[in-house]
């Protein structure tokens, strides 16, 4: 069992940055892969960012590529997500997610645990 906790979403303007941190617990946390999805009002759960367990390579999408970054703490249990040069269609909710193998990592449904999810809002 993985238990996960998001924080540090908020409002910011449009250029500013933001960390989510994705807090886990459980003994076998270090194993998964680790992802961030976000949800915006009326549309899918997307993929944002994501980081496997072992070596730690990482994956973006598109949209968000040069803007933020996922890292990893192993020490603490945490998983980051670093979003700089913020836009107003960054705007949604941001869920991290464990998944158990990291080619998995595209599709929401591939993830065995979620947080609960961090709003962030980026006026314009």
């Known amino acids: 069992q993985v238990q996960l906790v998001e924080s540090g979403g908020g409002l910011v303007q449009a250029g500013g940055s933001l960390r989510l941190s994705c807090a886990g617990s459980?003994?076998?946390?270090?194993?998964?892969?680790m992802g961030w999805f976000r949800q915006a009002p009326g549309k899918e759960r997307e993929f944002v960012a994501a980081m496997s367990s072992a070596n730690g390579i990482t994956d973006y999408a598109d949209g968000v590529k040069g803007r933020f970054t996922i890292s990893r703490d192993s020490a603490k249990n945490t998983v980051y997500l670093q979003m700089n040069s913020l836009k107003p269609e960054d705007t949604a909710v941001y869920y991290c997610?464990?998944?158990?193998?990291?080619?998995?990592?595209?599709?929401?449904?591939?993830?065995?645990?979620w947080g609960q999810g961090t709003q962030v809002t980026v006026s314009s």
């Open positions: 459980g003994r076998t946390f270090a194993r998964y892969a």
């Open positions: 997610g464990a998944a158990p193998n990291f080619r998995g990592r595209y599709s929401y449904t591939e993830y065995d645990y």
